[in-house]
Nanobody
Framework: QVQLVESGGGLVQAGGSLRLSCVVS????????MGWYRQAPGKQRELVAE???????NYADSVKGRFTISRDIAKNLVFLQMNSLKPEDTANYYC??????????????WGQGTQVTVSS
C-alpha cells in the first residue's frame, strides 16, 4: 500500500512564497516520478511540476521561473517551492507518485491535497 501525505499549504498574499512537502510511504522501491498537480474550482486537474527518477524536471509554462521542484530520495520526500505567487495559483495542490508495480504496470498514487490560496 502506498500513501502520500502533503503539507505546507495555506493563505499567502500575492508575491509571497510557500513550500509544499510530500512524503511517500509504503511500497516505494520503484518510484518512476514524483510531482505536483493542482485543481482550481471548475477546472481540470493540471500538472504543475514533475521530477523523474533520473532527476529530470518538467514544469507547466505558467509556473516556470517561479516554482521549483526538488526531492530527497532517501526519505521519499518531494518539495515544491513556490515563489512570486499569483492569485491564479490558487488551487488544491495534489502530490503524485508514479510507481511501477510488480506486474510492470505504472500506477498513479495521489495525496489528499493541500489548499493554496493567494490573495490579491
Amino acid at each position: 500500500q502506498v500513501q502520500l501525505v502533503e503539507s505546507g499549504g495555506g493563505l499567502v498574499q500575492a508575491g509571497g512564497s510557500l513550500r509544499l512537502s510530500c512524503v511517500v510511504s509504503g511500497s516505494t522501491f520503484n518510484i518512476n516520478a514524483m510531482g505536483w498537480y493542482r485543481q482550481a474550482p471548475g477546472k481540470q486537474r493540471e500538472l504543475v511540476a514533475e521530477i523523474t527518477r533520473s532527476g529530470s524536471t518538467n514544469y507547466a509554462d505558467s509556473v516556470k521561473g517561479r516554482f521549483t521542484i526538488s526531492r530527497d530520495i532517501a526519505k521519499n520526500l518531494v518539495f515544491l517551492q513556490m515563489n512570486s505567487l499569483k492569485p491564479e495559483d490558487t488551487a488544491n495542490y495534489y502530490c503524485n507518485a508514479k510507481i511501477l508495480n510488480i506486474n510492470s504496470r505504472m500506477i498513479n498514487y495521489w495525496g489528499q491535497g493541500t489548499q493554496v490560496t493567494v490573495s490579491s
